[in-house]
């Protein structure tokens, strides 16, 4: 975790500066270059407020060969690997993006470690454009790979503990619920009001206490108990009264995980459960989170979730 502090920046910025950044760029295409099959799995870590919940982006997990003697049964890739419940990955041709759930940490591997996985973690996303990754790359490689994502949680060889690589499936966030002005708060309740306040402090709690995993389990448990079918007209009704109430609790700029919580807890009374999303944005590298119901985003602006690629959606 020491390489965060690697180069310290200007006004007193003592980790995760620009220069470090580069400073890793470079040292793994000399990696690569040097010691094509060396094994090595480091990150450094940019402890984000990302959604409101400080979540840690460790960069680049490269790994080819630990060193010592490949055995035959390595080199034919017999093994097979899936994701792990609590891991989902967003492929592009840059990069791929991991969340944990468990441990509420992003990953990122480049395109040619991306690559590798495609051929051995079973039904891998397909990427975008093909990788040329430069040479060709022995079968070893990516079982290293995959084994030290194993280590991480990442990925699992028990099926049975495994969940789709494929990306959720959510239509394109394309229009607002309702216009920002139409928000009055003369025109709320007081059961609104402490419906807020109760939501509220159940978002803070969740955030102070639980793992996300845990979160997204809370959430499915109240969706499943739910009506299949929102009604749009009553969730417009009580969006609306939920944003002219907000600032009068908290400040929704770099909060956006404990805002989209609350307002899904806001909306349960009333037996609205819409679809709460992560999505990330490789590089360069950002997260975000929202609700939305259909086409329909509930706390944001469309063209700036449209910016972010969904990683997960419940």
């Excluded at 799995?41 to 982006?57: A, C, K, M, P």
């Excluded at 969340?99 to 480049?110: A, C, E, K, T």
């Excluded at 079982?143 to 503990?161: M, R």
């Excluded at 389990?217 to 944003?243: G, M, W």
Aim: aromatic content about 8%; hydrophobic content about 40%.
């Amino acid at each position: 975790d020491a390489i965060q502090h690697m180069i310290e920046g200007e006004g007193g910025q003592i980790a995760n500066t620009p220069e470090t950044y580069e400073w890793v760029r470079q040292f793994s295409e000399f990696l690569r270059e040097e010691a094509p099959h060396a094994f090595m799995l480091t990150g450094f870590e940019s402890r984000t407020s990302v959604d409101g919940f400080l979540l840690s982006s460790a960069w680049r997990i490269s790994a080819t060969h630990r060193g010592g003697a490949m055995t035959n049964q390595d080199r034919e890739i017999p093994s097979q690997y899936w994701m792990s419940r609590h891991a989902y990955v967003h492929v592009t041709a840059q990069a791929s993006i991991w969340l944990d759930l468990r441990s509420n940490r992003y990953y990122g591997l480049d395109a040619g470690q991306t690559q590798l996985l495609s051929r051995i973690v079973q039904g891998w996303p397909s990427m975008p454009t093909p990788c040329d990754l430069g040479q060709e790359v022995e079968p070893a490689a990516a079982v290293e790979l995959a084994k030290g994502l194993v280590q991480l949680g990442l990925l699992t060889q028990d099926a049975e503990l495994s969940r789709s690589a494929a990306p959720p499936r959510i239509p394109p966030a394309e229009r607002l619920l309702h216009a920002w002005q139409e928000t009055d708060l003369h025109t709320t309740q007081a059961i609104d009001a402490w419906h807020l306040l109760d939501a509220y402090a159940s978002a803070r709690t969740l955030l102070r206490l639980c793992s996300l995993e845990r979160m997204v389990a809370r959430i499915r448990r109240k969706q499943d108990s739910s009506a299949s079918v929102l009604d749009l007209e009553l969730l417009r009704e009580r969006v609306r009264a939920f944003l002219a109430m907000r600032p009068l609790f908290y400040a929704v700029r770099e909060q956006c995980l404990l805002d989209s919580l609350t307002l899904i807890e806001f909306l349960r009374p009333y037996g609205l459960f819409p679809t709460l999303v992560i999505g990330v944005r490789p590089i360069p590298f950002a997260a975000h989170c929202w609700i939305q119901a259909g086409q329909y985003v509930l706390n944001g602006e469309p063209t700036s979730v449209r910016a972010f690629s969904p990683i997960l959606a419940i």
